[in-house]
């Protein structure tokens, strides 16, 4: 099981996001759950490390573990609200085809 926990401040912008596990819902090299949950998270990390208003810090220290944490100046703002919100649908869109496999937690923080 694919765990994807995306923090938001309270304005709905993306703060972090942390994946854990394996979906387990195909072969190793062959599950589409895992491929679909990588290149979200690949995307994300490459759209974000483009801009230079918005500071990324991120690792996947093993298979199946991936951490984001996001720092910002105040005009990359409605930017990355876009980003993550296009990051948590992807995510959700994942966890609604295979709910046995994937699950998205979304918490607002001040």
């Not at 923090?7 to 072969?27: F, K, P, T, Y």
């Not at 190793?28 to 895992?34: A, F």
């Not at 679909?36 to 690949?42: C, D, E, G, K, P």
Request: aromatic share 4%.
């Amino acid at each position: 099981m694919i765990e994807a926990n995306v923090v938001l401040d309270e304005s709905g912008v993306l703060r972090s996001c942390r994946v854990l596990g394996h979906a387990g819902a195909g072969l190793h090299g062959s599950d589409i759950v895992c491929a679909a949950v990588s290149v979200l998270t690949r995307t994300i990390i490459r759209v974000l490390a483009e801009r230079k208003d918005i500071k990324i810090r991120g690792n996947a220290p093993s298979r199946g573990e991936f951490n984001l944490e996001v720092e910002y100046e105040v005009e990359a703002g409605e930017y990355l609200r876009a980003a993550g919100t296009f990051l948590i649908e992807g995510l959700k869109s994942v966890s609604e085809e295979y709910p046995d496999n994937c699950t998205v937690n979304i918490e607002r923080r001040k």
